[in-house]
């Protein structure tokens, strides 16, 4: 039972902190709120950093919201956390028959769904106790974002576009920032959101090919096997898409050439996932995934460099 309960994910990075330093009794927990895999809760938080960011570009004299950056790096953690604790419950029968999450805490007896939703209460409310730091607007905004929370892990049975919903909720941070400083939503923010809910599809589409034989097999639906063989211009698409917009939410808030030539960076980066994607190559699509961190960072630098300067 011990070695059970020791055993890593298997899509997880090997050797990470979790399995490493957690203690035995956490280590089921931790993976199943995937923080043995942190990529999740960067490409969480960028769309926040992101949001008030360009709320730093519209307003320049307020500066940028560095207390809180830090609350919604924390939330997250928690949320995503929480979010995935959630889909697991859901997914527990899937999960079970796809050879990469048969591993997880749930199918694999680390933990029960009783447990599971124990850990998600626990979550939740730790992650409500952040949201009240913030402004009554962005409370109310932050707590309407739990409904697409809740319909996601339904979506990829009822929809082949589980993906635009992961991307509702997933882009949501973008909202969430900018109404954290200016107390409500205007066009920039809605430009940004609209854009990062493209990038959310494209890099999820990406992800989901690691899968496509095991969707098909259970009847999961998603964009990558929608797609098929024109996953490559449909995600070059979608990333097009939401770089124009990005583009417009600058200008929309009264930024200018210095985001538009900074950003080129995360453009570049977007554009060498698309072009060495190879569903083919064990290993291709979680790394062009996992790359959306930087893009994350690059457009989080273009932003900033906007408002500094």
């Known amino acids: 039972m011990s070695e059970i309960h020791s055993a890593p994910v298997a899509d997880a990075q090997k050797d990470n902190w979790v399995d490493r330093y957690a203690p035995a009794i956490a280590k089921p927990y931790l993976r199943l709120a995937r923080w043995d895999r942190p990529i999740g809760v960067w490409l969480l938080f960028w ?11 519209a307003q320049p004299d307020w500066g940028f919201g560095w207390y809180h950056a830090i609350l919604m790096l924390i939330g997250a953690g928690l949320m995503r956390g929480a979010g995935c604790t959630f889909n697991d419950i859901v997914d527990r029968d899937i999960d079970d028959k796809v050879a990469r999450t048969r591993s997880r805490p749930i199918p694999s007896g680390q933990v029960t769904a009783k447990q599971a939703l124990v850990f998600l209460v626990a979550q939740a409310l730790l992650g409500a106790i952040i949201l009240f730091q913030f402004n009554r607007f962005t409370v109310w905004a932050g707590v309407a974002s739990l409904v697409l929370v809740a319909i996601y ?15 509702l909720a997933f882009s949501y941070g973008a909202l969430v920032g900018w109404s954290s400083q200016t107390g409500g939503i205007a066009w920039p923010a809605l430009l940004l959101y609209l854009g990062t809910i493209l990038w959310v599809i494209g890099y999820d589409t990406i992800y989901a090919l690691q899968d496509v034989e095991d969707d098909a097999l259970v009847g999961v639906k998603s964009t990558a096997r929608l797609f098929g063989e024109n996953v490559r211009p449909a995600v070059a698409v979608l990333y097009v898409g939401a770089f124009l917009l990005w583009q417009a939410a600058n200008l929309q808030a009264g930024g200018g050439l ?22 083919e190559t064990p290993g291709n699509p979680l790394l062009r995934f996992q790359n959306n961190h930087y893009v994350g960072i690059a457009i989080s630098l273009a932003l900033l460099a906007e408002w500094a300067w």
């Open 258 to 279: 210095i985001f538009a030539v900074l950003s080129l960076v995360a453009g570049g980066l977007l554009a060498w996932q698309v072009y060495t994607l190879n569903a």
């Open 47 to 57: 769309p926040c950093v992101w949001g008030l960011a360009l709320a730093a570009v």
């Open 153 to 167: 892990p339904f979506m990829k049975r009822i929809t082949w576009w589980p993906q635009l919903f992961l991307g």
